[in-house]
Nanobody, 124 residues
Framework: QLQLVESGGGLVQPGGSLRLSCAAS????????VGWFRQAPGKEREGVSCISNHNGITYYTDSVKGRYTISRDNAKKTVYLQMSGLKPEDTAVYYC?????????????????WGQGTQVTVSS
């Protein structure tokens, strides 16, 4: 059974950093594109970043460019999202998701496999 499990969320002060992890089980992660998404209360789920399996191409939504970095360790079946310079508006539940494709996407509808999410709260 294909499963994704996120970890690493928590409470952090503005300007702080967190590293989220997305661990896969039941499948080989290096065959999949992986995306990170977030959903704040009352808002739609939005794509934050993604990384392609074929060539490592990455995409970021404009609001996180220069602050977030996505990476993958296929041997560990894990994708990471390093977040720095965190702002209160980054507060959300963060999800990772996987899809088969040539290039990753920031559109949630393209992803059939999802984790359960991890809460990130940025507050003083």
């Amino acid at each position: 059974q294909l499963q994704l499990v996120e970890s690493g969320g928590g409470l952090v002060q503005p300007g702080g950093s967190l590293r989220l992890s997305c661990a896969a089980s039941g499948f080989t992660l290096d065959n999949y594109d992986v995306g990170w998404f977030r959903q704040a209360p009352g808002k739609e789920r939005e794509g934050v970043s993604c990384i392609s399996n074929h060539n490592g191409i990455t995409y970021y939504t404009d609001s996180v460019k220069g602050r977030y970095t996505i990476s993958r360790d296929n041997a560990k079946k894990t994708v990471y999202l390093q977040m720095s310079g965190l702002k209160p508006e980054d507060t959300a539940v963060y999800y990772c998701a996987a899809m088969n494709g040539f290039v990753c996407s920031l559109h949630p509808s393209n992803y059939p496999y999802w984790g359960q999410g991890t809460q990130v709260t940025v507050s003083s």
